[in-house]
């Protein structure tokens, strides 16, 4: 998909806000916008998502 940045698009990445400078390759993103007449997106906001390894605990649950 075309994904179209505006002036007003945020960008979050967590908690923070970020910039489309900020944007990589392979980055895993939710945006939230309508589609253009050209099956576009227009964003009004990019989620950036956490990467699978971030979403994995760094050491091993206790678990009693």
């Known amino acids: 998909k075309v994904v179209i940045l505006r002036d007003a698009t945020v ?3 967590f908690r923070s806000t970020a910039t489309p400078s ?4 392979d980055d895993k993103i ?6 253009t007449d050209q ?6 906001l990019i989620r950036v ?3 699978a390894s971030m ?7 206790n678990r009693h």
């Not at 900020?22 to 390759?25: F, T």
């Not at 939710?30 to 589609?35: A, E, L, Q, R, S």
């Not at 099956?39 to 009004?44: D, P």
Request: hydrophobic letters at 35%; charged letters at 30%.
């Open 39 to 44: 099956g576009q997106l227009e964003a009004k």
């Open 30 to 35: 939710g945006v939230i916008g309508p589609p």
């Open 49 to 51: 998502l956490p990467s």
């Open 55 to 61: 979403l994995r605990p760094q050491r091993p649950l």
């Open 11 to 13: 960008i979050r990445r």
């Open 22 to 25: 900020d944007l990589k390759i």
